[in-house]
């Protein structure tokens, strides 16, 4: 064993990347049935520990998937891989699986899920991105409808994100922003959008197909304290292109201005004084380090 490894917890056991397996008869990977999280750790605080905890619980209660521990346990379980790879400015990438069954999909023949947590020191979102601006386009491919797989969920079946993502790449863009099944704006491959038209914030509701963001419900809490004002509401394609001001938000994006889409420029074609300062407090935030789960490493 290489203890420069990192340890992944896997079922309350900690195994070095290179050893860390699951069985091919686990159905998160024969068919994506499971849900996950992917959170932060900012300077030994793992931001918003419980907003993440409770999303992925409700997401596995939507799909039937009972998690054996609690999420006290779950919690623990989180801050001690973090812990042990003494990771203080890391990505977490915490799953729960639907465990081993056999080939059929029928959940009920997999008795017992598997929970899974990678921590790793990785460069998500470079810097320039962020001070320039990103292209995006607006992919074909619609938004899973919430009666169907709803992005509510987070699932481990990324798919429909995927599909968009190829058709970024294949446009030369950075990202994918998607249309809900009705056409609606709904939420980038993996970020949730934001505009500001007419000096007015709004994102989109949870009802346009979107996956409920930490990372959003923080900004719009955020905004709102600023004493700026942010509604959710349907967006059509036509106010994104013609917003002012246009930026994306998540764990891994943080706050990500979006400067052309579709080949169009939005706004002054560089981050707008909204977006910089809704930027710059989230910054502060969290670099309080109040937001979240300080991890006492020895
Ligand atoms: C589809 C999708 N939407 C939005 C987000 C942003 O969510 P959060 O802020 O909780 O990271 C993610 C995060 O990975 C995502 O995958």
């Given at each position: 064993m290489d203890v420069s490894e990192p340890l992944v917890y896997i079922d309350g056991k900690f195994y070095p990347k290179s050893e860390a397996k699951i069985s091919v008869y686990d159905h998160g990977l024969l068919y994506g049935d499971g849900v996950f999280e992917g959170i932060r750790v900012y300077d030994g605080v793992v931001f918003l520990l419980k907003e993440h905890i409770d999303r992925l619980y409700n997401s596995a209660k939507f799909i039937k998937?009972?998690?054996?521990?609690s999420k006290e346990e779950m919690m623990a379980a989180v801050i001690e891989t973090v812990k042990r790879n003494r990771a203080k400015n890391s990505y977490i990438r915490l799953l729960v699986t639907r465990g081993v069954g056999d080939l059929?999909?029928?959940?009920?023949?997999?008795s017992r899920a598997s929970i899974i947590i990678i921590v790793e020191q990785i460069q998500l979102v470079g810097g320039a991105a962020k001070e320039k601006g990103i292209s995006a386009i607006i992919a074909s491919t619609r938004r899973d409808s919430v009666s169907a797989t709803t992005h509510e969920v987070k699932s481990l079946n990324y798919l429909n994100s995927i599909l968009a993502k190829l058709e970024a790449n294949e446009a030369g863009a950075d990202m994918a922003i998607m249309l809900d099944s009705r056409g609606f704006v709904s939420e980038a491959e993996a970020a949730n959008i934001f505009i500001v038209r007419n000096g007015t914030i709004a994102t989109p509701p949870?009802?346009?197909?979107?996956?409920?963001?930490v990372t959003r419900r923080r900004i719009i809490k955020l905004i709102r304290e600023l004493g700026m004002e942010v509604v959710e509401r349907d967006i059509t394609p036509f106010e994104l292109i013609t917003a002012e001001e246009v930026f994306l938000t998540g764990t891994g994006a943080e706050i990500l201005p979006v400067t052309k889409i579709n080949g169009i420029q939005i706004g002054d074609g560089v981050p707008g004084p909204i977006t910089r300062k809704v930027m710059q407090e989230f910054e502060k935030l969290v670099k309080s380090g109040k937001e979240g789960v300080r991890v006492q490493f020895d």
């Open positions: 998937l009972n998690i054996p521990i059929g999909l029928d959940p009920r023949k997999c949870t009802t346009a197909g979107i996956l409920d963001g």
